[in-house]
Each structure stands twice: as structure tokens, then as C-alpha cells.
């Protein structure tokens, strides 16, 4: 099995990987300061899809490994625990920070202020994974280059991005379009409006337990709603649950 690692095209023997589990110790003595086994498996993920994880093997492969870089990049890209992986060395060098968070944008969680407060790190971090927005800094935060990074794919890390963009209605509406799931993080005034209500509960009719009075007696975006997922007839209003070709579109549902 031939994979791609750093620009390098390693041959991965399925059998030597196996060795990797073969045993409560995940890896015979002959293998534990194999460089290019050890990235093989790390990067293919045989023990992932066992159950297991990079941190499973990770005292067993040698001291020697456990301290070079491209094993530890390896590690961080499938588990973002990359205080537990990298030294201290590591940890305090910008550059292979940046280089794993453009990896796993994962490691926000788990990196300090500093790099919480770092432009371009949050930026690779959000890239990966919009929700870790809630990680960067209160600045950082309020930025709207980063939050409109952190929302671009489908809204992830909404709540956490400046009033400013909150409030604009064309990329709240664009978000939605997209399928985001964002309707409880809106404004009040967002959450009473008609078209971006229709679009919030096409994507998941449930919403509707967070949408105004209004908008949950509205026969026609109710419908709407229950088309998308019928536990939105909970949220009703409750007139609105009594009618009768609501009732009826409610029981075919289930």
C-alpha cells in the first residue's frame, strides 16, 4: 500500500502494520524506532480504525521518535492533543504551531493565550473547524476577518463572532441557504422574520422552538417546519396544534 507523507511516497506492508496491534505492547521492540513505519501508521490510521488512536502507541515507539517532528506532526494531525504529543521545545516554536494548526485546527483548545491571541494561528485553526472559534481570544473574537473565516462553510461558531455580522441580514440569510444550523444564535427581530425562518426550518424544522410567537402560529411555515422534522409540532402554537390538517400532516409523519 503506497501513501504520500511530506512529499515522499512511503510503501506501508500491511503485514508490518498489523505488528503495530499484534500484542498488548501495539508494537514489537524490532519496530518501535522505525520512522517510516511508525508515519506510515500514523498517517493511515490502521490503529484508528481498530478503536485505537496515536496516544495507544505512543510510549511504546522510541524515545528517539517520540521527539521528532514529523512523528509528532503526524500524531497532532489525527488527535489534537498536541500538548500531549509535542515538548516543550515544540510548543514554543511558532512556526511548527502554525504548521500543526493548519493540520488539526483542533489544537486551539489546547494551546495558551499567546497563540490564542495569534491572528494567524486562530485564522488555520477556524479553517479546519469553525467552532474553534470559541478558543481564540475575546479580540480575536470580536475580528471580523475571523469570523467571517470561522462561518464561511455553514455557520459553525456563529455565537461567538461581533454584533456586527450577527446583525447583517444578507450573510445570515447566505448561511442559512447553505444549510446552517444557526436560527437559536439569531436576533430577536431575525427569529420573527419570515424568510429566514423558512429557510432555518427547511434545514431542521425543530428550530421552530426558537422562532417568535408569530412566526410558530403560522400554518404555512409550520407545515414547513414538520416536512423538515416532525418534533416540531412540540413547539407549536398551540391553536395551531389543534388544526386539523396540521393534525393529519403531523400523524403521517410519524
Not at 511530506?6 to 505488528?19: E, P, S, T, V, Y
Request: some cysteine; hydrophobic content about 40%; proline content about 1%.
Amino acid at each position: 500500500l503506497w501513501i504520500q507523507i511530506n512529499d515522499h511516497a512511503l510503501n506501508l506492508d500491511f503485514h508490518l502494520a498489523r505488528k503495530l496491534t499484534a500484542s498488548n505492547k501495539y508494537l514489537d521492540k524490532d519496530l518501535r524506532d522505525n520512522k517510516e513505519l511508525v508515519l506510515a501508521a500514523l498517517y493511515h490510521e490502521p490503529l484508528v480504525v481498530k478503536g485505537f488512536g496515536p496516544h495507544m502507541i505512543w510510549r511504546n515507539i522510541s524515545k528517539r521518535l517520540r521527539e521528532d517532528r514529523d512523528i509528532v506532526y503526524e500524531a497532532v494531525c489525527h488527535n489534537r492533543l498536541i500538548n500531549y504529543y509535542a515538548s516543550e521545545d515544540m510548543i514554543n516554536d511558532r512556526k511548527f504551531v502554525l504548521k500543526c494548526a493548519k493540520g488539526n485546527g483542533d489544537i486551539l483548545e489546547f494551546l495558551d493565550d499567546n497563540y490564542r491571541d495569534d491572528k494567524e494561528i486562530v485564522l488555520a485553526c477556524i479553517k479546519g473547524n469553525g467552532f474553534m472559534l470559541a478558543y481564540a481570544s475575546e479580540r480575536l473574537k470580536m475580528d471580523k476577518e475571523i469570523g467571517l473565516q470561522a462561518i464561511k462553510k455553514y455557520g459553525h461558531g456563529f455565537e461567538y463572532i461581533n454584533e456586527e455580522l450577527k446583525n447583517d441580514r444578507d450573510l445570515v440569510l447566505k448561511i442559512l441557504k447553505k444549510g446552517g444550523w444557526i436560527f437559536e444564535h439569531l436576533s430577536q427581530k431575525f427569529r420573527d422574520d419570515d424568510e429566514l425562518a423558512i429557510y432555518a426550518l427547511r434545514n431542521n424544522g425543530w428550530h421552530i422552538r426558537f422562532a417568535s410567537e408569530r412566526i410558530r402560529k403560522n400554518k404555512d411555515i409550520a407545515i414547513i417546519a414538520l416536512k423538515s422534522n416532525s418534533n416540531a409540532y412540540e413547539y407549536l402554537d398551540e391553536n395551531l396544534k389543534k388544526d386539523k390538517e396540521i393534525k393529519k400532516f403531523y400523524s403521517n409523519s410519524q
